[in-house]
């Protein structure tokens, strides 16, 4: 019923940028908090950053400074700027977006399909 499409992923040098996006559709009544996570071969799938519906933004320590998350309600896209990018943060990121589909439902996590990231040294 809700469908999220990445989009941006792909090879960098390292301290090179990506921008990862993320857009919503289908039977969506609200979104609330969006986030990324990532997960590397042989690691637990981590929380990269989220942000709430008023733009209130969480980043994992390793990340801050270098990351922006960002939303666009109108468009119900979530990205992530991702700069000065090193070897470690090479993953698949994955987008979630907490939604409801109905007044009458409670919200629910929906996740996006996963887009790799590698940074070469």
């Known amino acids: 019923q809700v469908q999220l499409v990445e989009s941006g992923g792909g090879l960098v040098q390292a301290g090179g940028s990506l921008t990862l996006s993320c857009t919503a559709s289908?039977?969506?009544?609200?979104?609330?908090?969006m986030g990324w996570y990532r997960q590397a071969p042989g690691n637990q799938r981590e929380l990269v950053a989220d942000i709430n519906s008023s733009g209130s933004a969480n980043y994992e320590d390793s990340v801050k400074g270098r990351f922006t998350i960002s939303r666009d309600n109108a468009k119900n896209t979530v990205y992530l700027q991702m700069n000065s990018l090193k070897p470690e943060d090479t993953a698949v990121y994955y987008c979630?977006?907490?939604?409801?589909?109905?007044?009458?439902?409670?919200?629910?996590?929906?996740w996006g399909q996963g887009t790799q990231v590698t940074v070469s040294s």
């Open positions: 979630k977006v907490v939604v409801r589909t109905a007044s009458w439902n409670g919200p629910r996590d929906a």
């Open positions: 289908g039977r969506i009544f609200g979104i609330g908090v």
